[in-house]
Structure formats: structure tokens, C-alpha cells
């Protein structure tokens, strides 16, 4: 790694005098800072925006500009809106929730007990990969579209895969809604991983430490092993002071602190951060080039300081972890900028995988989409291996394209290149057991397992790289990696196989305690006794194989406690049995699943399943933030 000019240039660092305050509008707001002071590219002032890179860098700009990850949040006044606003209704309980437009503007009506209820004027589009969601602020009518309320998050999903129109808290693992209102305040949950914003806002809570309050920039390392956590605390105390005085200003924010600790500096800062950043305050709507690659205007202006992807100032002091070689250190600094946002763990769902708890000290990966970032630095080779081995991160290329590349044994090579006893047919037939030239001969297919619920109620891959045959996963998790492909084998004749390729030893008491009776398929014991995520991963699995027979089983999982492991049955019902049974998932009452999912399966020639009992009791499940 090159050492970045501005770093050393940290030693050097002369802190500046708490000049006296300018008032937002006055010569010297302008340009955001209100201090001089030594460079840094976290602060408000040092960020230029996208568009000032395009000049020069047409190829990554052309590239970027077409990625989902760019076009993340849009103002409502874009042209590309998938979502059809042409007066269609969404029917919820007792609630309808509609998509109506009036000239260029688009609203959302939420009508309760067929009264004519709220009406929202839309304001931005979050997503356009998988699903639009919306933002919209309350107003007295179409005619009349003033806001009444801050832009709040709306209760309706556009699924751009099927067409249909889903309750929005749906998109992740939250039990049973009984009606559809409009919230959380956008602002305060969705800003920072899906817009541009500066650094030094999410790193407020880091640096002020544990105890700090909560807000959309929450210390996250704490969720990861402590030789993968960056720590961050305080650098210059003046600089630090200086910096939020400046932020604050520019948030319009109370009076700024006069001479208080830092504490106070940074709790005053993300009280001020989360009452007051709204869409106004960002440095770009959408995810912008200085989301990677920190603030640029030194860049900019003088184009042989090149920018720095690890963040920098003299308000602050970070540790980075320890890396063996600068390859490792530089891999290191790209995963810490994928995993500001990569690492969601925080709808209440209570379980991990490697049968761990969310909140527990033992917590595993997650098994639904968002925290691919956090997975991959539990796994294997993340001390050494970075986001960018695999994603282009200026690339829009779908990402089936990209799994179908890798999911070969011809997509071995990014593996190889460090593990290279492994890179020759021979080798990899001794130590993989498979076909080295087949689907089962891919290192993905075993390392990196298609196991998470995918955004579009698909498996995608888990980004924790391990292996089939670890205990945590054998004896912890359900199903079995290896059913994942072999859908029909059975508990005991996958636990044989593993023992005798690997020299494992699994105690089938523990097996049975997952599995009950270990001669049964596996897919079909973890769709019948599986934790939700287990059953939604276990049904996906099974669809799969377009095996009519296998939709009994499936339909067990349309009862699921949590609507979306439903949804995952759904589909996967569809898929087994080639005919879509037009069961709504979404809110309706077990009874009606029940009778419906009976009526499908009878007609397509199949039994009815046992139903599950009622789930575990449920544990806290209160206000999620919803993704
Ligand atoms: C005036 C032209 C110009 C502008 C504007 C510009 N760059 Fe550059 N950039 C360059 C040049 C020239 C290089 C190559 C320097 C080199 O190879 O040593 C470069 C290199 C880079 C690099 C690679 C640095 C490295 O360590 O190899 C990145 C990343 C980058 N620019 C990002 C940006 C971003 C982000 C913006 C907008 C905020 C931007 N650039 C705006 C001219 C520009
Ligand atoms: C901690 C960071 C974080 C927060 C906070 C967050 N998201 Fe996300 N969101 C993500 C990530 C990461 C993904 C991509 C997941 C993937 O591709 O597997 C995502 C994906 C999405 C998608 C799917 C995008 C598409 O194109 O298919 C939507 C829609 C979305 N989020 C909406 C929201 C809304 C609305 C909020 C606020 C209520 C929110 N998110 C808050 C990180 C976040
Ligand atoms: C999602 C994060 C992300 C975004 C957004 C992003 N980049 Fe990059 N970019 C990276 C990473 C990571 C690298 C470094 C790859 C490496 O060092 O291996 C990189 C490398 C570069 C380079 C060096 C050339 C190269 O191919 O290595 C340039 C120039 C560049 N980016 C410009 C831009 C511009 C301009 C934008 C906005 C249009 C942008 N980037 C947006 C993550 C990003
Ligand atoms: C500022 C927050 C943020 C940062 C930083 C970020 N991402 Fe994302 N990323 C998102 C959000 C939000 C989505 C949801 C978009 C979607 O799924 O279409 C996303 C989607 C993706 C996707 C799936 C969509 C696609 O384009 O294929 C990939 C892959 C991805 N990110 C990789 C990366 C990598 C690699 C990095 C680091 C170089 C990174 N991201 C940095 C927020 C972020
Ligand atoms: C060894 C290769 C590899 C590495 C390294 C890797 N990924 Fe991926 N990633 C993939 C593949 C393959 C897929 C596509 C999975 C699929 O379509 O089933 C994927 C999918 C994704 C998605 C989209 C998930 C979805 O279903 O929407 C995101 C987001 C993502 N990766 C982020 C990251 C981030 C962030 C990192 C680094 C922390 C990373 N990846 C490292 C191979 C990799
Ligand atoms: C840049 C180098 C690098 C690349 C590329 C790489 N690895 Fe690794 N991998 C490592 C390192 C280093 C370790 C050992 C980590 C440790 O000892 O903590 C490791 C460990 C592993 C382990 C053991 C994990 C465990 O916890 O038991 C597996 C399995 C593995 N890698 C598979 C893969 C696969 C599959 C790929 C391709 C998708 C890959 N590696 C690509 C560097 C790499
Ligand atoms: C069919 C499944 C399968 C495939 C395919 C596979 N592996 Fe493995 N791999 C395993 C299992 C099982 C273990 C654990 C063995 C043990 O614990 O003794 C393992 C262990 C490893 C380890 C850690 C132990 C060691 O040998 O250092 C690495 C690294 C690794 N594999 C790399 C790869 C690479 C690279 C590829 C592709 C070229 C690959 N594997 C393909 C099943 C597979
Ligand atoms: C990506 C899908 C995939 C994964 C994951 C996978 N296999 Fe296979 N497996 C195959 C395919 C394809 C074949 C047939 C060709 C071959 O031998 O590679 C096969 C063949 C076999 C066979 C011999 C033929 C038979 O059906 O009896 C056994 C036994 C087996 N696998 C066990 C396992 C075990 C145990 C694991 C987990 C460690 C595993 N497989 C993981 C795809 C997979």
C-alpha cells in the first residue's frame, strides 16, 4: 500500500482556533466549513459530489451510473419508476393501499375500514433492482400537496421480479402485521447506506463510544470479531469540536457546544444528527463515488493527490486490523467500505446461523440478504481476500451472470490463486470428492453455499466462507449444506459420507435432536421441525428440483409464523407443482392459507400435509427498522 500524502501529512497537523460563528446563507457557509484546518476527507466540506468526477473518469461514471447500487434512492420526479402508479390497491386486513398519480406527481392512499384515510405525496423511490419501496409526505389532498409530515416511509413494496405489490415491512423477518400505516421517518433509518453522506456523520456513534446514543451511525464492530473491527476514537479535541461546530451549523442545529468534553461534543452532535439530517443534508441522493472513495475535493483539485478509500482527519484516530501483508491491508481497507452498509443485523429476529442468537455473544451469519459484508468477515480468507476479488463495484452486471461465472469449476480460479494446492483436477477430485470438472467441483459450491433468503425470495449465496462439514454448521444448523444439491439424500447418509471423505465424527443424538428420525430426506425433516429461516431455505431448495411430488412437503412453510418464510413457500410451491395456487400469503389468516394451500394441492393430485403446530412462543418482536 502507498502511503497516502495527506496521512503524513496528519503528523503535521496544526489544529485551527474555534473561529466565531457564521450564520447558514452568509459568505463562508457556502462551501460548508467554517474552519481551516488540516486535511481530512470525512468532512461535509470535503466532499465535491459525483458529478465532479465525470470528466475525467467517463469509464467508471458510464459503468456506475447504470448500477443498482448508484441508483438506490431517487427523487420521485426521475422517469424510470417501475412501479405502476395507475390506481391499483394493495388490500391489507382492513386496510387498501393504493398507487394513484395525478399529472407528473405520484401519491400513495392509505384508506382504513373503506373511509377515504391518508394521502401521500410520493418523494423518493428507494431500490429498482428487486423491489421499489417509497417515501412520501402526508398532504390534505392531490390538489393541496404542501407536506404536512416529514417524508415517511410508506407501507407498500413494489416486487419488481413478480409484479406484485407487498406489505412493506415484509421485505424482512417481522411477524404478523395487523394494519398498514405509514412510518418509520425516513431520515432518520434509511439515509446513510443508501445515499451519500459524509463520513464523519456515521462515525459519531464509534467514536463516542458504547454507551452512545442510538441513531442511523451506531457502532457496528462490535457485531465482529475483534481482530476484524477498524476502532476509531477521538484524535484532536479542538479538531473534533471544530468539525461538529461546522456540522451543526450547516444542520441549522442548536447553539454549538462551547468548551465541552468530547463527550458532550459528540452526544450534542448525534442528537443534532438524528433530529435534524434530513434529504437536504446529504452530499448526493443515491450512493455516490465518495461513498467508496471518502471525500475528493483535494483530488479534484489537484488530481495527483489521489483520493484515500480509508478515512482520515485530524479529529480522528483509528486502529486498523492487523493484515500480514499490504495486499491483506489493502483488502482490509475495501471490506471496511463495503461493510458500513453490508452488515444489517437488525430486524428482531432472534436467530443466526451456526445456531447462534442475534443478541447472544456467540451470534453467527445472518441468513437473510444485507449483511453479506458481516458474513464474509466471520468467514475464511477475509483477513487477505476483498469485496472487489468477486464484484466489480463499478459494474452493474447482474448478479446471476456473475454466480453462474463463478458456481463452475472455470469460476475456481479467484480461489486458486491463494489456495493453489488445490488448483489442479487431481487435486481438487482427493479433496473435494466430486467431479472436478462438474457443478460439485466449484469451491463456491461447498465454501460459499447458496443458504440466504435473497432479496427476491430467492437463495443467494452466504458470504461466510467454511465448510459443509463444519461442526457449527452440521450440528447447530439446519438443513444439511449438502442437501442443498442432494435434495433426496437422507440426514444419515449425508453425516456417513462427510465422515467418511473427511474423517468427521458427528454424534447422532445431536442429529436426531435437529432431524428426529435421520433416514428421512433431509430437506423434508428441516421443513418440518426448522427454525423460520430454515424452512424458508429448505422450501427454496426443494422448488428447485420442479418436483410435483415435494409441494406436500413445501406447503407446510405456507403456515410459517413469519409472512415471509410464507412467501418463500409460495414460490417454491409454484415451482414444484408448475402452477402459480394464487394463495395471498401476505396477511391473511392461517384458516384461509390452510384451506386454500388444501384445495390447490387436491387438485393437483397431492395429499395434504400435517400442518405445523402453532410456532414457539414468540420472542420480542417489537418495532424492527424495517430494509
Ligand atoms: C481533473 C481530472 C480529475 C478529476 C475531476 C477526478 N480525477 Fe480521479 N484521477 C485523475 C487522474 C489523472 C488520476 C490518475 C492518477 C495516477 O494515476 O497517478 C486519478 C486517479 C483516481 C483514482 C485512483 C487513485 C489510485 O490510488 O490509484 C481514483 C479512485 C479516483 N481518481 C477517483 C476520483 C473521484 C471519486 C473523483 C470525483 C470526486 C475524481 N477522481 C475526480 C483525474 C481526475
Ligand atoms: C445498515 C444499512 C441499511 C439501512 C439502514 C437500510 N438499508 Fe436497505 N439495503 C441495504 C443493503 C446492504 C441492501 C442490499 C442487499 C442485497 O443486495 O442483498 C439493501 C436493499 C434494499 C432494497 C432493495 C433494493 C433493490 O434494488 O432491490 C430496498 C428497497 C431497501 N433496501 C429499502 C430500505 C429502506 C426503505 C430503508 C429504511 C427503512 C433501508 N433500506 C435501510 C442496507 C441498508
Ligand atoms: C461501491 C463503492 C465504490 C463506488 C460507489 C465507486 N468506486 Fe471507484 N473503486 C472502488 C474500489 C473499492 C476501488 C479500488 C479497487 C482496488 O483497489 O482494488 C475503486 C477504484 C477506482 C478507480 C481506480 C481505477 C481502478 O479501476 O482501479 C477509479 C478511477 C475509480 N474507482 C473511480 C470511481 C468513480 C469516478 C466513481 C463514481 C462514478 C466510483 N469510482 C465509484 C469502489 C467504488
Ligand atoms: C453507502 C452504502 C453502501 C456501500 C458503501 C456499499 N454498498 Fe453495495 N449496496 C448498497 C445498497 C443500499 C444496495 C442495494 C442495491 C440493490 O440491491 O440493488 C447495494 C447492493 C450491492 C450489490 C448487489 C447489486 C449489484 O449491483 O449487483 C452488490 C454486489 C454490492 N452492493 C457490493 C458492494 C461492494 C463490493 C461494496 C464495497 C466496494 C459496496 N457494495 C459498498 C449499499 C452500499
Ligand atoms: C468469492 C467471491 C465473492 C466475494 C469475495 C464476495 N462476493 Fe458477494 N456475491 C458473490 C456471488 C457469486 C454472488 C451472487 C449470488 C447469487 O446470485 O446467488 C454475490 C452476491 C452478492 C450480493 C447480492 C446478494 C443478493 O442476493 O441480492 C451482495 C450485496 C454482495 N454479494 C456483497 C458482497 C460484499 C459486500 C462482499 C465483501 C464483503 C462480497 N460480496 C464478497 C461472490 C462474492
Ligand atoms: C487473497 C487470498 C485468498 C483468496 C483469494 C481466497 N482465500 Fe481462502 N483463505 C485465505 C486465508 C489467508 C485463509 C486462512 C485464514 C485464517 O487462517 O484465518 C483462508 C481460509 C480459507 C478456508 C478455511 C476457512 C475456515 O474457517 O475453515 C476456506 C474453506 C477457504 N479459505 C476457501 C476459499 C475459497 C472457496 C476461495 C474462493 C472463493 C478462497 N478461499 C479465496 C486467503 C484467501
Ligand atoms: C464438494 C465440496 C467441496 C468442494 C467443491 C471444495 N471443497 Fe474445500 N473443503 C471441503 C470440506 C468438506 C472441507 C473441510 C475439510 C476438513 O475439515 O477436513 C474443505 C476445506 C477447505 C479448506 C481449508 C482446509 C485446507 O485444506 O486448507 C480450504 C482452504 C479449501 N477447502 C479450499 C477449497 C478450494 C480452493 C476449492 C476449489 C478449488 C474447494 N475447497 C472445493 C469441501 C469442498
Ligand atoms: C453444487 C451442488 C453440490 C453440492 C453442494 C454437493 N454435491 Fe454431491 N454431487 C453433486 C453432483 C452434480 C454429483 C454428481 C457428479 C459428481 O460426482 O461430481 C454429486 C455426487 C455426489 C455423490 C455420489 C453420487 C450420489 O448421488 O450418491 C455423493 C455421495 C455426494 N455427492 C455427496 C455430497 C456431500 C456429502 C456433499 C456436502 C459435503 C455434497 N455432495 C455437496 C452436486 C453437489
Redesign the pocket.
Known amino acids: 500500500m502507498r502511503a497516502h500524502p495527506a496521512l503524513i501529512a496528519f503528523a503535521l497537523v496544526v489544529s485551527c482556533a474555534r473561529a466565531p460563528a457564521v450564520a447558514p446563507g452568509e459568505p463562508g457557509h457556502a462551501q460548508g466549513a467554517r474552519h481551516e484546518s488540516a486535511p481530512s476527507n470525512v468532512l461535509r466540506s470535503d466532499y465535491v459530489g459525483s458529478a465532479a468526477c465525470s470528466a475525467c473518469h467517463a469509464k467508471e461514471t458510464e459503468a456506475w451510473a447504470r448500477s443498482p447500487m448508484h441508483r438506490m434512492t431517487r427523487n420521485a420526479d426521475v422517469a424510470d419508476v417501475k412501479a405502476p402508479f395507475d390506481g391499483r390497491a394493495m388490500r391489507f386486513k382492513g386496510d387498501s393501499v393504493s398507487l394513484e398519480s395525478r399529472g407528473a406527481a405520484r401519491f400513495v392512499r392509505i384508506a382504513r375500514d373503506a373511509s377515504l384515510g391518508e394521502l401521500y405525496r410520493v418523494t423518493r423511490i428507494v431500490g429498482g433492482r428487486t423491489r421499489e419501496d417509497f417515501v412520501g409526505v402526508r398532504v390534505k389532498s392531490e390538489d393541496d400537496s404542501r407536506a404536512v409530515s416529514d417524508e415517511m416511509v410508506l407501507p407498500v413494496s413494489y416486487l419488481i421480479f413478480s409484479g406484485a405489490l407487498r406489505y412493506k415491512g415484509y421485505s424482512v423477518l417481522v411477524h404478523e402485521r395487523d394494519s398498514a400505516h405509514a412510518g418509520p421517518v425516513w431520515s432518520e433509518t434509511c439515509l446513510f447506506c443508501h445515499n451519500t453522506v459524509p463520513f464523519f456523520s456515521t462515525v459519531l456513534g464509534a467514536l463516542a463510544g458504547p454507551r452512545a446514543p442510538a441513531y442511523q451511525g451506531e457502532d457496528l464492530a462490535p457485531l465482529l470479531p475483534e481482530d476484524r473491527r477498524w476502532t476509531w476514537s477521538v484524535g484532536d479535541e479542538h479538531a473534533l469540536a471544530a468539525a461538529v461546530d461546522d456540522e451543526l451549523a450547516h444542520l441549522r442545529s442548536g447553539a454549538p457546544p462551547s468548551d465541552d468534553s468530547p463527550q458532550t461534543v459528540l452526544r450534542t452532535a448525534i442528537a443534532a444528527t438524528r433530529s435534524s439530517f434530513g434529504g437536504s443534508d446529504l452530499v448526493e441522493v443515491g450512493i455516490g463515488c465518495e461513498s467508496c472513495h471518502g471525500g475528493a475535493r483535494m483530488h479534484v483539485r489537484d488530481p495527483k493527490t489521489p483520493p484515500s478509500v480509508v478515512p482520515f482527519g485530524p479529529m480522528l484516530a483509528m486502529s486498523p486490523p492487523k493484515a500480514k501483508t499490504p495486499e491483506a491491508a489493502h483488502a482490509q481497507e475495501i471490506n471496511r467500505v463495503c461493510a458500513r452498509c453490508h452488515q444489517v443485523l437488525f430486524s428482531r429476529y432472534p436467530w443466526t446461523w451456526e445456531g447462534g442468537r442475534r443478541t447472544s455473544n456467540d451470534r453467527g451469519g445472518s441468513p437473510i440478504n444485507s449483511g453479506e459484508a458481516r458474513d464474509f468477515l466471520l468467514g475464511g480468507c477475509a483477513s487477505a481476500m476483498a469485496c472487489t476479488t468477486c464484484h466489480d463495484p463499478h459494474d452493474a452486471k447482474d448478479r446471476a451472470e456473475k454466480d453462474d461465472a463463478l458456481?463452475t469449476p472455470a469460476g475456481n480460479a479467484p480461489c486458486t490463486r491463494c489456495h493453489a494446492t488445490y488448483a489442479t483436477d487431481a487435486a481438487l477430485r482427493a479433496h473435494?470428492?466430486?467431479?472436478?470438472r462438474?457443478?460439485?467441483?466449484?469451491c463456491v459450491?461447498?465454501h460459499m453455499?447458496?443458504k440466504n433468503m435473497g432479496l427476491d425470495l430467492r437463495l443467494t449465496r452466504y458470504h461466510r466462507i467454511g465448510?459443509?462439514?463444519d461442526p457449527e454448521r452440521v450440528l447447530r444448523d439446519r438443513p444439511?449444506?449438502?442437501?442443498?444439491?442432494?435434495q433426496?439424500?437422507s440426514t444419515e447418509?449425508?453425516a456417513r459420507?462427510?465422515e467418511s471423505?473427511?474423517g468427521k465424527a458427528y454424534p447422532r443424538d445431536l442429529l436426531e435432536r435437529l432431524y428426529g428420525e435421520l433416514s428421512e430426506p433431509n430437506l423434508a425433516a428441516t421443513l418440518e421441525r426448522g427454525k423460520p429461516h430454515e424452512v424458508a431455505v429448505a422450501a427454496a431448495a426443494l422448488g428447485e428440483r420442479h418436483q410435483r411430488a415435494d409441494g406436500s412437503a413445501i406447503a407446510r412453510g405456507l403456515v410459517n409464523e413469519y409472512p415471509l418464510v410464507r412467501m418463500f413457500a409460495a414460490r417454491a410451491l409454484t415451482q414444484a407443482i408448475g402452477k402459480d395456487c394464487g394463495i395471498d400469503v401476505n396477511g391473511a389468516d392461517v384458516a384461509h392459507i390452510e384451506a386454500a394451500a388444501a384445495a390447490c394441492l387436491g387438485s393437483a393430485g397431492l395429499s395434504v400435509p400435517a400442518w405445523a403446530p402453532p410456532g414457539p412462543a414468540r420472542p420480542g418482536d417489537s418495532e424492527p427498522v424495517d430494509d
Do not use: Q
Open positions: 458456481a473435494a470428492h466430486h467431479d472436478p462438474g457443478p460439485g467441483g466449484a459450491a461447498c453455499p447458496r465448510s459443509p462439514t444439511l449444506e449438502c442437501a442443498l444439491c442432494h433426496e439424500k447418509s449425508l459420507t462427510m471423505w473427511w
